[in-house]
Nanobody
Framework: VQLQASGGGLVQTGGSLRLSCAAS????????MAWFRQPPGKEREYVAI??????????SYADSVKGRFTISRDNAKNTVYLQMNSLKSEDTAVYYC???????????????WGQGTQVTVSS
């Protein structure tokens, strides 16, 4: 499966952005989908994950984004979203979407990655 992330940009503190991750090649309904991010000079870190079955509503979030970010998926459109609200300067990073055949937060589980989209939050 090929993943294409988009929607990043420059936003002020407290603002919002919605990232999209469009898939091609295979249907996303087979995969757990997640967003990771890599802040400048730091390791790539888990942000959010959505389970394979969108109807189950099963999601998980890193503590740093709980209550501010929402992951959702539309299997019919083969797209996953990350709605980011109340953005902070520490949210500045390159954001990556990823797909895995199992559910989990470990980066090693994810065999498919998008190219990344830059999110910059300015104060």
């Amino acid at each position: 499966v090929q993943l294409q992330a988009s929607g990043g940009g420059l936003v002020q503190t407290g603002g919002s952005l919605r990232l999209s991750c469009a898939a091609s090649g295979r249907t996303l309904s087979r995969y757990s989908m997640a967003w990771f991010r890599q802040p400048p000079g730091k390791e790539r870190e888990y942000v959010a994950i959505a389970a394979i079955n969108s109807n189950s509503g099963r999601t998980s979030y890193a503590d740093s984004v709980k209550g501010r970010f929402t992951i959702s998926r539309d299997n019919a459109k083969n797209t996953v979203y990350l709605q980011m609200n109340s953005l902070k300067s520490e949210d500045t990073a390159v954001y990556y979407c990823a797909a895995a055949l199992s559910y989990g937060v470990r980066r090693e589980l994810y065999g498919y990655w998008g190219q990344g989209t830059q999110v910059t939050v300015s104060s």
